[in-house]
């Protein structure tokens, strides 16, 4: 497998754009997880999915962020309107279900806000 | 919610030296990782130990969970063992199954 699969790897945006970021699971996980880094807050969960079905989305900062899981294939972040804040590197993460479920995550899309 | 506390903050080793970093967590937890973030901001997996010890290479973990910490042992330290060391853990008593992240240790290795 290749892996969680995230796109794109960088993208810029001008303040007040809508910023849409992808995730590819790992095949066979069943959930599948948002996270932000920045330096002041660190790793922090967005919201994160089971069965395609968002489970918790307390730490989604704003109604501006939004996710989606269509299939179990895919998800999105999106982000409308973007602000300056919103600059931070985004991971996504799947794991199984069952007796290991070690996390495994993307490369991240680095997110500049100007 | 559950507190996850990475000692220490910072390292800064020659080569060839070993290190100990220390991640100590609140509550009971289903599973821990260690995560390695390199300089190019990759989360590498290291180990998934929620309890007991394993090894890999030069690297080892031994997780007590009754005593609600875990410890990365990095032998023989090498440049490329430069970037932040991260704990997760994932809570006992929390539905489903989301890391939570410790701060990290961030580790500079020199020749």
């Known amino acids: 497998d290749a892996g969680v699969i995230q796109s794109p ?31 002041m807050r660190g790793l922090e969960l ?7 079905v968002p489970i918790d989305d307390s730490g989604m900062p704003e109604d501006r962020f939004s ?15 973007s602000e300056p804040r919103d600059s931070a590197v985004y991971f996504c993460a799947s794991t199984p279900t069952g007796t290991s479920t070690e ?9 500049t806000v100007v | 919610g559950i507190q996850v506390e ?3 903050p910072d390292l800064i080793l020659q080569e060839g030296a070993n290190s100990t970093l220390r991640c100590n967590f609140s509550d009971s937890v ?11 901001g990759q ?53 489903g199954t989301a890391l939570i992240f410790g701060k990290g240790t961030t580790l500079s290795v020199s020749s």
């Open chain 2, 6 to 8: 990475q000692s220490p």
């Open chain 1, 46 to 52: 967005l919201i994160y999915f089971n069965n395609n």
């Open chain 2, 43 to 95: 989360l590498i997996n290291l180990f998934y130990i929620p309890s007991g010890t394993k090894q890999n290479g030069r690297l080892s973990a031994t997780t007590v969970a009754t005593e609600r910490y875990s410890l990365l042992y990095i032998s023989s330290s090498q440049t490329t063992d430069s970037g932040v060391y991260f704990c997760a853990v994932d809570p006992f008593n929390q539905a």
């Open chain 1, 103 to 111: 996390a495994f995550f993307g490369q991240g899309t680095r997110l």
């Open chain 1, 9 to 39: 790897r960088h993208e810029v945006t001008e303040m007040g754009q809508e910023v849409t970021l992808r995730c590819k699971p790992i095949s066979g996980h069943d959930y599948l997880f948002w996270y932000r880094q920045t330096m």
């Open chain 2, 30 to 40: 289903n599973n821990l990782q260690w995560f390695h973030q390199n300089p190019w």
């Open chain 1, 67 to 81: 996710a989606k899981m269509p299939n179990a294939s895919f998800s999105t972040l999106k982000i409308q309107p």
